[in-house]
């Protein structure tokens, strides 16, 4: 009953920009720990950014100064604001709450 659902993803050039959503829906609790991952094509799934139940933020160091995660509770909405965006960017992105996980949206970064 739990949905996750990634929007947002595209094509664009180093340098631009990208903001992603994660809606949930279902029996969710009304303050998750929210993870956005990615994986791109013959690697490993790589954590990007989460906002733990308390509010607070973390990301991976490749993400810091250049992402901004964001959360909002009464949506139960998770937000990925990219910037300064690399071709090593490159990948689906996927939120996950516990063991559900989103479809993903791709994002691609062209040099």
């Known amino acids: 009953q739990v949905q996750l659902v990634e929007s947002g993803g595209g094509s664009v050039q180093a340098g631009g920009s990208l903001n992603l959503t994660c809606s949930a829906s279902?029996?969710?609790?009304?303050?998750?720990?929210l993870t956005w991952w990615r994986q791109a094509p013959g690697k490993e799934r790589e954590y990007v950014a989460r906002?733990?139940?308390?509010?607070?933020?973390d990301y991976a160091d490749s993400a810091k100064g250049r992402f901004t995660v964001s959360r909002d509770t009464a949506k139960l909405t998770l937000y990925l604001q990219m910037t300064q965006l690399r071709p090593d960017d490159t990948g689906v992105y996927t939120c996950?709450?516990?063991?559900?996980w989103g479809q993903g949206t791709q994002v691609t970064v062209s040099p």
């Open positions: 906002v733990s139940a308390n509010g607070i933020s």
């Open positions: 279902g029996p969710i609790f009304s303050s998750p720990t």
């Open positions: 996950q709450w516990r063991t559900h």
